[in-house]
């Protein structure tokens, strides 16, 4: 089915692998790697001197335990590495700087909540004593059933009603370091309100507005626009008012968050000026202050660029962790007050990497095709002007031949559509020109030639159709074109000979990838391999366990994929820790209030009728109720 020969052994123009293009390298990090077979291999972070295991071999063993593709893929060994890599970074930086204060950092349970997720959270932070925060009741519920360690911390932010703030103020009975983070002065109210009620004390802390603004997809969250904390004027009527029901002696935190994602480590030197700032005057005003917490934010370096530009970031998790620590440092000594506890509520930065989405291409639209074509000789000339092109076809008028073709492709659309070519005719023509479109890429791919005609040439990108829905497993992508790192996860020996956009199986133009992170920056198109019917080709989305699960969306009602959580094994295999089954019809279904049940009676009924009426055989009325029965039990994705 290749329409295009292997690139010729002429050319050695690079001795470059061919996965080289891919750039893993550059953003796989310790994590992910290219085997000599050309298979994506997983790393162990952990164990850096284990070999790497086959993702293709992994898929093939899930495939055999009859779990298949779509499939979001998390690796334990990844979350691990990243709890490690925060919280040793901050203690190195600790050790460092001479800080007489520790870290204890928390994770923002929004960033990804599911149970699996939260409870290997708690698990690998143990020995760090990390905490979780809760931005809303419900995740306050979550973090209340978790096992923590007697100093972790559990920081509560966003909006509070009287039960979320009773809630948290009678959590502390059991142990539970459970601080109430102030939004308002009108919050403050409830929590004297829940203080009267219930005669325990709280444990209060103060999100602080800051002036500073961060760049990036986020910027909207800091600075004075920002719709979080408190500014100058409302923090002093909060202390005044602590004080005056004797209370101020509770305030032991001070919060700021600046958003998502920082490009720039300076914004967060910057912020964290200022964030000592108010730590130390609110110190003055009597605040007893012991903790400083300074959000979310540490990046990613999705496109391994490592610059303060989209989707990367200019610094490491130990420059960000050297800033910080620094920063107080000096900001403290200079004040002359005891070091704070540092906090940080970092979470797409521990839980990005550890998740990949995993699915097969189910189709090919092509725009070339290897089949040489012959105009008729009753073809209207253009017909055969089209054809000529590859009497004159070489790298040199590559540029002449490509305005050629779509100017005579054009002119006879327009004579098709005036009736002065017929169906087939133009059929003819179409075909002709796919065919010059193969010959012209392929010379392309072989020759030097301008940056213009790659351009061109990406406007002809083939799409791939594939087994998965933006909406509900990448909504970033879709919602603000965040950038995932993407490849094929085999065959990465053999030269990508195509390129492709990538579409997914909804019904909205919408759900397509057409942005891609490749060795030398941002493409258009994603190089990928002939797909053939003889075995399936995968395509893997890297980093994805930060934000996607829960903001994605039943679009056309393709609900969860199948998920599996592994953990790579010292010895090169790994185990297959939990399999949690993708959404069945009858599942999302119910999401949108249809009752599966009812729907099968409604369906009998007409089927009732049908027989009734002569229309359907008794045989034929057994299968249709067997294959609808089916259907609302299988999987909502391509099977
Ligand atoms: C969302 C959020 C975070 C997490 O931010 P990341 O950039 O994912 O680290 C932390 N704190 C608060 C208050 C948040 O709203």
């Given at each position: ?58 898929i ?9 593709a779509p499939l979001l893929l ?282 990949m989405l995993i699915f ?129 996860l ?48 995968y395509l893997g ?99």
């Amino acid at each position: 089915m290749s329409s295009i020969a292997a690139k010729g052994t002429t050319d050695d123009s690079t001795d470059q692998e061919p996965h080289a293009i891919y750039g893993f390298e550059r953003w796989g990090r310790d994590l992910l790697t290219v085997l000599k077979n050309g298979d994506v291999g997983l790393k162990n972070p952990l164990k850096p001197d284990t070999v790497p295991i086959s993702l293709p071999s992994i898929i093939r063993d899930l495939e055999q335990r009859g779990i298949h593709a779509p499939l979001l893929l998390r690796v334990s060994s990844f979350l691990e590495n990243e709890i490690r890599s925060i919280n040793n970074a901050f203690e190195t930086a600790i050790k460092q700087a001479g800080y007489r204060g520790v870290y204890r950092g928390v994770f923002p349970i929004k960033v990804n909540q599911q149970a699996q997720v939260i409870r290997q959270i708690v698990d690998f932070g143990r020995p760090y004593s990390f905490g979780l925060e809760a931005g809303s009741k419900p995740e306050l519920v979550i973090a209340l059933a978790q096992s923590l360690e007697r100093d972790a911390l559990v920081m509560c932010n966003g909006v509070k009603d009287l039960k979320f703030i009773r809630l948290a103020i009678l959590s502390r009975k059991l142990g539970f370091n459970t601080a109430i983070v102030l939004e308002s002065p009108k919050e403050l109210e409830t929590v004297i309100e829940a203080y009267q009620e219930l005669g325990v004390e709280p444990l209060l802390g103060v999100r602080v507005k800051l002036f500073n603004r961060i760049g990036g997809d986020w910027a909207e969250s800091s600075g004075d626009r920002s719709t979080f904390g408190m500014n100058t004027d409302q923090l002093v009527s909060v202390i005044d008012r602590l004080r005056d029901v004797g209370l101020l002696h509770c305030l032991k935190f001070q919060h700021s968050h600046l958003g998502s994602q920082i490009p720039d480590v300076n914004d967060v030197r910057r912020a964290s000026v200022e964030a000592c700032r108010y730590f130390v005057d609110l110190t003055k005003e009597g605040a007893p202050l012991t903790h400083l917490d300074l959000g979310g934010g540490l990046g990613v370096d999705y496109t391994g660029e490592k610059k303060a530009s989209k989707s990367s970031i200019n610094y490491s998790i130990m420059e960000y962790c050297e800033n910080v620590v620094e920063t107080v440092r000096y900001a403290m000594d200079e004040a002359g007050l005891e070091h704070p506890t540092l906090t940080t509520e970092s979470g797409r930065a521990i839980v990005a990497t550890s998740s990949m989405l995993i699915f097969n291409v189910l189709e090919t639209t092509l725009y070339d095709s290897g089949v040489a074509s012959k105009p008729e000789p009753s073809d209207y000339h253009y017909v055969k002007d089209l054809a000529a092109i590859e009497t004159y076809l070489e790298p040199k008028r590559l540029q002449e031949c490509i305005n050629d073709a779509s100017f005579y492709r054009n002119e006879l659309r327009n004579l098709f559509l005036r009736n002065v070519i017929n169906l087939r005719q133009m059929a003819r023509a179409e075909r002709i020109y796919l065919y010059l479109m193969s010959r012209i890429k392929l010379m392309a791919h072989e020759a030097e030639h301008s940056t213009e005609i790659d351009e061109q040439l990406d406007a002809l990108a083939d799409i791939y159709h594939c087994n998965f829905s933006l909406f509900q497993s990448l909504p970033d992508v879709w919602a603000i074109n965040q950038l995932h790192p993407i490849a094929p996860l085999q065959q990465l020996n053999e030269e990508p000979m195509r390129r492709a956009i990538l579409s997914d199986i909804t019904c909205d133009s919408d759900g397509k990838i057409d942005e891609f992170i490749l060795a030398d920056g941002l493409s258009p198109s994603l190089p990928v391999h002939d797909v053939t019917d003889e075995r399936p080709y995968y395509l893997g989305v890297f980093f994805v366990g930060a934000y996607q699960e829960t903001l994605g969306d039943l679009h056309n009602l393709f609900g969860d994929t199948n998920v599996v959580t592994i953990e790579l094994r010292e010895d090169g295999h790994f185990d297959l820790l939990q399999e949690v089954e993708g959404d069945t019809i009858a599942e999302v279904m119910s999401y949108v209030e249809f009752d599966p049940k009812d729907c099968v009676d409604d369906f009998r009924k007409l089927l009732d009728l049908a027989t009734s009426d002569k229309r359907l055989k008794s045989s034929e009325r057994k299968l249709l109720i067997a294959t609808y029965r089916e259907a609302i039990n299988s999987y909502t994705y391509f099977e």
